[in-house]
Nanobody, 114 residues
Framework: QVQLVESGGGLVQHGGSLRLSCAASGSIFSKYGMGWFRQAPGKQRELVATTTSGGSTNDADSVKGRITISRDNAKNTVYLQMDSLKPEDTAVYYC????????WGKGTQITVSS
């Protein structure tokens, strides 16, 4: 069982930056793939970025070049640095842990004003 708690969301202006954090507890964090997903109003949840247990990363085309996913296994935390934010980045951002089974946090809201 893995518990995930996201933080760092908020209101930011177009072009601004935010750093999301996801603290994990309850299992061996380093063995899990971790990811960030987002869901905008009226839309399906979509992938933002993932990082494997070995540290390899993958970013969605919609955010490529503007985000960096990273993990600190010593702190059981995964981060999402988001720069050059756009109004279309407005969504609830969810942290995900996966190792055969998927676990989700409750999400944190990012609102980007134009």
């Amino acid at each position: 069982q893995v518990q995930l708690v996201e933080s760092g969301g908020g209101l930011v202006q177009h072009g601004g930056s935010l750093r999301l954090s996801c603290a994990a507890s309850g299992s061996i964090f380093s063995k899990y793939g971790m990811g960030w997903f987002r869901q905008a109003p009226g839309k399906q949840r979509e992938l933002v970025a993932t990082t494997t247990s070995g540290g390899s990363t993958n970013d969605a085309d919609s955010v490529k070049g503007r985000i960096t996913i990273s993990r600190d296994n010593a702190k059981n935390t995964v981060y999402l640095q988001m720069d050059s934010l756009k109004p279309e980045d407005t969504a609830v951002y969810y942290c995900n842990a996966h190792r055969g089974v998927y676990y989700w946090g409750k999400g944190t809201q990012i609102t980007v004003s134009s």
